[in-house]
Antibody, heavy 123, light 110 residues
Framework: EVQLVESGGGLVQPGRSLRLSCAAS????????MHWVRQAPGKGPEWVSG????????GYADSVKGRFTISRDNAKNFLYLQMNSLRAEDTALYYC????????????????WGQGTLVTVSS | QSVLTQPPSASGTPGQRVTISCSGS????????VNWYQQLPGTAPKVFIY???QRPSGVPDRFSGSKSGTSASLAISGLQSEDEADYYC???????????FGGGTKLTVL
């Protein structure tokens, strides 16, 4: 059974940093692209970032480019999101999501999601 | 402002057929496949339709998807109370170089 468990969220002041983690199990982790998707309260999901199976290809939404860094550890089956210079508008539930492909693909979709970890940016 | 446009709400009575639309552009729906997600309150989204019209195992065949040009639709026939949820369309966007979502449609079963 595929399981994705996020952690690392919390309350942080604007301008500070936070690192999210996602523990993956139940599938061959290094066979798939992995993503972070966030959802602000009362809003729809927003793709944040994705990383290919071997970290050879990485993508970011314009809203986080230059501030967030995605990475993965295939030996440990972990996905990470380093978030720097956090802003109030980054407040959201952050989901880890599994793709159906090993590389970025126009037919990609999020077949499995974690339960999310809440990030609140406020002074 | 979402890249893909959905009506904010839809409704129907049990047994009815309901359709939810999703409008995009040539850089997303017009050139890439569309996926639909169902989100129940307090839970993560779940894929209900992928590649325009494919249903994952476990999704009732009452749910169907279609695409034409730069628009897509999710149809639900034989509406049931358990279908009450938020529905989101999504598609890869060549300009964003990543997936784009619609703003969501809240489906109410009257």
């Amino acid at each position: 059974e595929v399981q994705l468990v996020e952690s690392g969220g919390g309350l942080v002041q604007p301008g500070r940093s936070l690192r999210l983690s996602c523990a993956a199990s139940g599938f061959t982790f290094d066979d798939y692209v992995m993503h972070w998707v966030r959802q602000a309260p009362g809003k729809g999901p927003e793709w944040v970032s994705g990383v290919s199976w071997n970290s050879g290809s990485i993508g970011y939404a314009d809203s986080v480019k230059g501030r967030f860094t995605i990475s993965r550890d295939n030996a440990k089956n972990f996905l990470y999101l380093q978030m720097n210079s956090l802003r109030a508008e980054d407040t959201a539930l952050y989901y880890c999501a599994k793709d159906q492909y090993s590389v970025f693909h126009s037919g990609s979709y999020f077949g499995y999601w974690g339960q999310g970890t809440l990030v609140t940016v406020s002074s | 402002q979402s890249v893909l446009t959905q009506p904010p709400s839809a409704s129907g009575t049990p047994g009815q057929r309901v359709t939810i639309s999703c409008s995009g552009s040539s850089s997303n729906i017009g050139s890439n496949s569309v996926n639909w997600y169902q989100q129940l309150p307090g839970t993560a989204p779940k894929v209900f339709i992928y590649n325009n019209d494919q249903r994952p195992s476990g999704v009732p065949d009452r749910f169907s998807g279609s695409k034409s040009g730069t628009s897509a639709s999710l149809a639900i026939s034989g509406l049931q109370s358990e279908d009450e949820a938020d529905y989101y369309c999504a598609a890869w966007d060549d300009s964003l170089n990543g997936p784009a979502f619609g703003g969501g449609t809240k489906l109410t079963v009257l």
